[in-house]
């Protein structure tokens, strides 16, 4: 399983300065960072399980519901978290994580997707954390309970160990 990012990579912008303020340069702390860098990676081994399951579909149509939610979770998950959002997620990516998108057949396929229960118990949990994240006000503190969270739906589903 390939677990790395399918998103362009993101330009690192200013660094932190020797001697400085931690927060001189993304108003972040050190915690901070380090829960958002955690989510990240739980984006992207996510998004990873997922794009897994979405290749074993024999129906195309089901194949691409799976993949715009993996998409829409890495993107959550790797570029959506922002210290000062002022509101949920709202829109078309809010939409990909809805799901109806793997639980009811899509309307233009032509077999129901090939997925066991703990699989869509795994995809439904992982859909209700996704949006809450990037409107998370205590980062350092909240964030890494909510990503534990996915972690155990990703381990309950059958997602590979990325430790083994």
Known sequence: MNTTSTLHPIPSGNEPQPGG???????????????????AGAGVRAAAWIQSLAERQSDDNNRRCLERYARAVERILTREIVLDRSGPLEGELLDELDPANFMIEPWNATVPMDLAPAEQVALAAIGACAPGLPVNYALGADLPRVIALVGHALNIGGAPDPAA
């Open 21 to 39: 303020d931690d927060r001189d340069y993304d108003g972040l702390d050190a915690e901070e960072r380090e829960a958002i860098a955690e989510a």
